[in-house]
């Protein structure tokens, strides 16, 4: 039943999506060929213009999938996806599971446009693409492939933890105490998931024993407080960077989908 649920979302929502990728890529590209004229003034903004719709694109792309979430979860169509004979936490983990997918194949495709956006960006400066990413390649050559890896794993995860956090969040705020306020509940949860999140990431930065020695760019088991207070009292940089929060993230997303999931197979209230 999940495999039939994940290919009903991608059945409703793919053409959508992909319309919206295409829609954007023509915009970037096209914006990106057109900056290769050199006009003066022009070809920066339509740089510019490129580099906006890129960014965008995941963006775009997530709100759409968060609406049908709301829409098939909570609106008109709430009826008939509750009175589907699955569990409410198949439905969330079909729904996320698409979400995520989703978004994370818009963000591979703008990241990849982004590539040529660079090499515009580099033509316009009249230097090669290879020039342009030389301190980019000493950056790399300082910290490490495996730091690179790591960071990369890291922005992955954050990607993913706040897709699952943020529907977990429209289905704790859609309880049937909170009803009457329509998607108020989901949005100011939403603005208090952001709090907690900041929080949570400053408390495990700070207090995780896990942390990035800047100095020999391995990764410790120490907590970042005593050395920043220490770097603060001398007027000094911090030699060890906490890089615990990836952890919290994983935490708070489990509290998180547990309490969606009771919420979504208890509490569901459609008006």
């Known amino acids: 039943m999940f495999t039939t649920l994940l290919m009903e979302e991608a059945r409703t929502q793919a053409r959508r999506n992909a319309g919206v990728v295409g829609i954007v890529a023509v915009i970037a590209v096209g914006s990106m060929l057109l900056s290769l004229l050199e006009l003066p003034v022009l070809s920066s903004m ?69 590539v040529g956006w660079f090499a515009a960006y580099a033509h316009l400066l009249g230097i090669t693409l290879g020039e342009f990413f030389e301190p980019v390649r000493q950056l790399i050559s300082m910290v490490g492939t495996d730091m690179l890896v790591f960071y990369g794993l890291t922005m992955v995860e954050g990607v993913v933890a706040t897709i699952i956090e943020v529907a977990a969040v429209i289905s704790i705020g859609a309880q049937g105490r909170w009803n009457r306020f329509g998607f108020g509940a989901p949005a100011a949860g939403l603005v208090i998931l952001y709090t907690v999140n900041q929080l ?13 020695d800047v100095t020999s760019g391995r990764i410790v088991t120490r907590m970042m407080l005593p050395q920043f207070i220490e770097a603060i009292r001398t007027n000094q940089e911090p030699q060890l960077v906490g890089i615990g929060s990836p952890v919290a993230a994983l935490i708070l997303v489990a509290i998180l989908v547990w309490w969606a999931v009771r919420a979504i197979e208890r509490h569901t209230c459609l008006r």
């Open 46 to 114: 339509l740089l510019v213009a490129a580099f906006v719709a890129l960014v965008a694109m995941p963006a775009v792309v997530s709100v759409q999938i968060g609406i049908e979430y709301w829409a098939s979860m909570y609106g008109a169509r709430g009826y008939l996806t509750m009175s589907l004979p699955v569990r409410g936490r198949t439905l969330f983990a079909a729904k996320t599971l698409y979400a995520i997918i989703a978004v994370l194949a818009s963000v591979a495709v703008a990241t990849l446009l982004m």
């Open 200 to 212: 949570v990431a400053l408390v495990a930065t700070m207090l995780l024993p896990l942390s990035l």
